[in-house]
């Protein structure tokens, strides 16, 4: 589980900027909205964060696609033919992982390039804790440590500055061998993951970092894509019955879902119930974006739920009624239920007390630099009596667009 993660200079975020699941003690109600971690604190299992346009929300879960992908083609040749899980870029093999994913702040002039990625996440084992510094062309810096959860001691797996790596002594016979070969562009956890080594702790930080999930959005086509995968791998008899129970929850009118292949294409269908009582069968495709995504969520979230893994979702209510968007995040809330959510969006119907906790509910806004910044609900001394909807939407919190009056069309008096 994912316990925290930070970065800085990368996109609008200018500063240091911190996005903390570990829950604040002060609170005490709804306590199926968190788990207790491996070190004995309790996570949050949903967070929901709220800005106006442009504030930077989105640029919050661009900034952990860039930590993980990162680590994950620093140290091998991206496919030119494969497009990133969210369709926004195709990778470029002259290019290392560093230069392709950086993005710092464009609006200082002393600004020095240098952007900073750390997680931490939450295992059986313990607290893994790993991040790095980079300018874009080379690692400047880089660290993994271990707390282990039995004697809450934390281990030094290796830091790094520049070119020079130094093991713990745990590890380092086994890891000294390698440090001559890792390259100023590549990570340390990238090569050392890649290496059949006894020490696991290089495979499990990189397996933390993969099992969060993050998507800037669903695009039509990667809706589309997705519907092939759940219509295959939800043929299966136990999993279509999960399946068709959801659809029919959620109230869309239909009755069943088929697949033909065509060669190496895969037709999906809807079934629905003719006003004769019979079967009638169409294209998923006509079927409306909000229908579709709902599949996909339920396909995408189930994963999530099953694995105990980390969905970051950046708007996550377009297309998708209040209602049902409740009934997907309230999921997670469910006793044993170990998956987490972190979701961008304006709905603020989520934004109430009977199902979020204050320190379940973040904003981002920007300064008056320019610069984003993100903070908690929990920041804030609140009335135990306060609308957390109207106080958003006042102004109360910030993260409202400052709207100023506007004419849409030509002005008739003119000419």
């Not at 929300?57 to 990162?70: D, G, P």
């Not at 607290?127 to 281990?155: C, H, M, N």
């Not at 920007?366 to 903070?375: D, F, M, P, Q, R």
Request: hydrophobic share 35%; charged share 25%; glycine share 6%.
């Amino acid at each position: 589980m994912l316990t925290s993660f930070s970065f800085k200079n990368y996109g609008p975020y200018r500063e240091e900027t911190r996005l903390d699941l570990r829950a604040a003690p002060a609170y005490k109600e709804h306590e199926y909205n968190l788990v207790e971690s491996s070190m004995g604190e309790k996570l949050l299992k949903v967070v929901a964060i709220y800005g106006a346009n442009a504030s930077g929300k989105s640029q919050l879960i661009r900034a952990y696609q860039a930590f993980s992908r990162i680590v994950t083609e620093s140290f091998s040749q991206v496919d030119e033919q494969a497009a990133s899980v969210s369709g926004d870029y195709l990778a470029s093999r002259n290019e290392s992982a560093l230069a392709r994913h950086h993005n710092p702040f464009k609006f200082a002039s002393d600004n020095v390039g240098e952007t900073e990625f750390e997680a931490t996440f939450d295992e059986d084992e313990g607290e893994i804790r790993y991040g790095f510094s980079t300018d874009g062309k080379s690692v400047l810096s880089e660290w993994l440590y271990l707390v282990k959860a039995s004697t809450r001691r934390l281990s030094v797996l290796f830091e790094r500055e520049g070119r020079d790596i130094e093991f713990g002594s745990s590890i380092r016979s086994e890891c000294d061998r390698y440090a001559e070969n890792i390259s100023e562009e590549t990570l340390v956890l990238s090569f050392m993951s890649g290496i059949a080594l006894r020490t696991p702790y290089f495979r499990l930080a990189k397996r933390c970092i993969s099992r969060t999930l993050a998507f800037t959005s669903i695009s039509s086509g990667l809706v589309d894509d997705f519907l092939e995968d759940v219509a295959l791998e939800y043929a299966n008899e136990d999993k279509h019955a999960r399946l068709l129970e959801f659809l029919r929850a959620i109230d869309v009118c239909i009755e069943d879902i088929s697949v033909e292949k065509n060669g190496d294409n895969v037709l999906v269908f809807t079934h629905h119930r003719g006003v004769d009582g019979g079967d009638y069968r169409v294209p998923i495709s006509i079927e409306s974006e909000g229908t579709k995504k709902a599949i996909v969520l339920f396909y995408i979230m189930s994963a999530v739920v099953d694995a105990d893994a980390t969905l970051l979702m950046d708007e996550l209510s377009s297309a998708l009624h209040p209602l049902l968007v409740r009934a997907l995040i309230t999921q997670f809330h469910r006793e044993g239920v170990k998956g987490q959510i972190v979701f961008t969006t304006h709905d603020t119907s989520m934004l109430d007390r009977r199902y979020l906790r204050r320190d379940q509910v973040w904003f981002v806004d920007k300064n008056e630099c320019g610069s984003s910044e993100l903070y908690s609900l929990a920041d804030f001394k609140l009335r135990n009596d306060t609308n957390y909807t109207k106080g958003y939407l006042s102004g109360m919190f910030g993260a409202i667009p400052n709207l100023r009056e506007f004419v849409l069309g030509g002005d008739e008096s003119e000419g």
